[in-house]
């Protein structure tokens, strides 16, 4: 049974830090994608990162591109998100999402429906 779970979120002010951590495990697939997205109220869920869990090639939207990078660590199975410079316009839920069947590095992964499994969310707030 594939499980993913989400920790780290919390309150912080706009200029701040935030870790956030994902846990994936039942996953038997070599060729994962592992993400992160974030959902704002009334909003849609929208791309943050991705890495490509076999070769660490990742990619960053370009509104949190030099703020934030996604790292993972094979050994723990665990994707990671720092977050600095944080804005309040960063304020979301936070997801981590799974895709089985990576075809190539060459591409982004960026849109919800190419992702397998997903976690909880972990709230994130960023005050002003």
């Known amino acids: 049974q594939v499980q993913v779970v989400e920790s780290g979120g919390g309150l912080v002010q706009a200029g701040g830090s935030l870790r956030l951590s994902c846990i994936a495990s039942?996953?038997?697939?070599?060729?994962?994608?592992m993400a992160w997205f974030r959902q704002a109220p009334g909003k849609e869920r929208d791309f943050v990162a991705r890495?490509?869990?076999?070769?660490?090639?990742?990619h960053h939207s370009s509104s949190v591109l030099g703020r934030f990078t996604i790292s993972g660590d094979h050994a723990k199975n665990t994707v990671y998100l720092q977050m600095n410079s944080l804005k309040p316009e960063d304020t979301a839920v936070y997801y981590c999402a799974v895709k089985t069947n990576n075809v190539g590095s060459g591409y982004y992964y960026t849109n919800t429906k190419e992702y397998d499994y997903w976690g909880q969310g972990t709230q994130v707030t960023v005050s002003s």
């Open positions: 039942g996953l038997t697939s070599n060729r994962l994608v």
């Open positions: 890495i490509i869990w076999s070769g660490g090639d990742t």
